[in-house]
């Protein structure tokens, strides 16, 4: 998968990001954004980390993994099976 893709991918979990909203927090504009998703070029060393930061990734995994829906690692989902008085609850 592309770096592209990988930034597309991590903006959804992280509340619905739009790229205007990722831009203001990197301090660049929507249309580099919109580049960089469709690579048609790549960010600077200086944003890539910044990406990792707020992403929580590495830089090796923003730019050379498949980064997915199957894969739990950068996923807010978080199912637990919790007693609540005797009964089974799954909450998510």
């Known amino acids: 998968m592309s770096f592209g893709k990988n ?3 991590l903006r959804r979990p992280s509340g619905d990001m739009t790229q205007e909203m990722l831009a203001e927090k990197l301090n660049v504009s929507r249309q580099t954004v919109s580049k960089w998703e469709l690579d048609a070029a790549q960010p600077e060393m200086d944003k890539a ?3 990792c930061r707020l992403f929580s990734c590495f830089l090796d995994n923003l730019f ?7 894969d739990g ?4 989902l978080r199912i637990e099976t919790v007693r609540l008085s005797g009964t089974l609850s799954i909450l998510s």
Request: glycine share 0%; hydrophobic share 35%; net charge neutral.
């Open 64 to 70: 050379r993994e498949k980064m997915n829906a199957c």
């Open 49 to 51: 980390i910044e990406l």
């Open 73 to 76: 690692a950068y996923t807010n």
């Open 7 to 9: 930034l597309q991918y």
